[in-house]
């Protein structure tokens, strides 16, 4: 069972932003490789493999990003077992998010619907990405090793920072966790692999728990979608 986290107060600009968790022994791509991150064949078509929000500040309703994550087909069909007929509650999103946390067939996009700076990027990671060892959904030091990371892992941001149209794309098949940060012209300034079920339930994890500013959106739609 996850537990619960309670959400800290203040909004963070990239709620979603803590799911670039490539390790220091992540293995380089190359771009050709990278193009073949977005292969969706083995996920789920129906209305439970999909699951969608949007990221606004809180005050102005500015809006921040677009996130969509695709499950497969085993994972849908747990979704629809446990949504269909259903009315959302608190009980229920939380079942829903353990389901999608441990799926190892997945594909996440999110897309920046505005700039960001390199200092906001961090800060919302590690806002964030704490909540998923407190949940109990990574440990405590692979959480410290992930935020001590990040601004190295990251560095190609500190200059030009997240810009509009800008995408981060995750793959995980089994343990296998594919991160790309793809810039709005096309061009990919991240591409690696990392192997290891912390890296996989951090990304997803991070989304999902209860706590994260995208947990009942996310849930929410997939209510939306599946009737």
Not at 133 to 152: C, F, N, Q, V, W
Not at 193 to 211: F, M, N, Q
Request: net charge negative.
């Amino acid at each position: 069972m996850i537990r619960h986290v309670e959400p800290r107060g203040r909004w963070t600009v990239a709620v979603l932003l803590a799911l670039s968790l490539a390790g220091p022994a992540a293995a380089a791509q190359s771009a050709s490789a990278g193009s073949r991150i977005a292969d969706t064949l083995s996920l789920g078509s129906g209305p439970y493999s999909r699951m969608h929000t949007k990221l606004e500040k809180t005050i102005f309703r500015v809006d921040v990003l677009m996130l969509d994550i695709w499950l497969g087909p085993d994972d849908a069909a747990q979704l629809e077992e446990l949504a269909n007929g259903r009315r959302y509650s608190r009980e229920l999103a939380e079942s829903i998010a353990a389901v999608a946390i441990n799926s190892q067939d997945a594909f996440v996009r999110v897309e920046f619907l505005r700039d960001v700076s390199f200092e906001q990027f961090l800060d919302g990671v590690d806002e964030n990405l704490r909540l998923v060892p407190e949940a109990g959904i990574i440990t405590k030091s692979d959480y410290e090793m992930i935020s001590a990371g990040l601004p190295r892992w990251f560095g190609f941001l500190e200059e030009r920072g997240v810009q509009k149209g800008d995408q981060m794309l995750y793959r995980i098949r089994g343990d296998t966790l594919r991160t790309q940060f793809r810039a709005s012209g096309g061009e990919i300034l991240l591409e690696q692999t990392d192997v290891g079920p912390e890296r996989r339930r951090a990304v997803l994890g991070s989304y999902l728990v209860r706590g994260s500013e995208l947990h009942k959106g996310l849930i929410e739609s997939l209510f939306a979608t599946g009737g």
